[in-house]
């Protein structure tokens, strides 16, 4: 089963930029890969997501300020987020899914604040 790992977070101000990075332990070419977050005391909520083929999901609140990208030759996949706001401290997670099976990293921290 593949392995993916977050990178990239950290403190930033508010209204600044973070791109977070995926690296997948083998080939996602196949996989629909996505980004996912959560808040303390909040569940899991989706960020965006990106198929091989297809049309990006992106969810509401981050429309027209973050990016999902991904590099098949890496094995990577990013999320670039710009004008960020206290309301996206999270942990953001990579997702990689194939047909029924899902895996997930462990996550990285972003936390916005002045």
């Known amino acids: 089963q593949v392995q993916l790992v977050e990178s990239g977070g950290g403190l930033v101000q508010p209204g600044g930029s973070l791109t977070l990075s995926c690296v997948a332990s083998r080939s996602i070419i196949s996989h629909i890969v996505g980004w996912y977050r959560q808040a303390p005391g909040k569940e899991r909520e989706l960020v965006a997501t990106l198929p091989r083929g297809g049309s990006i999901n992106y969810a509401d609140f981050v429309k027209g300020r973050f990016t999902i990208s991904r590099d098949n030759a890496k094995n990577t996949v990013y999320l670039q987020m710009k004008s960020l706001i206290p309301e996206d401290t999270a942990v953001y997670y990579c997702?990689?899914?194939?047909?029924?099976?899902?895996?997930w990293g462990q996550g990285t921290q972003v936390t916005v604040s002045s």
């Open positions: 997702n990689a899914q194939l047909w029924n099976v899902v895996t």
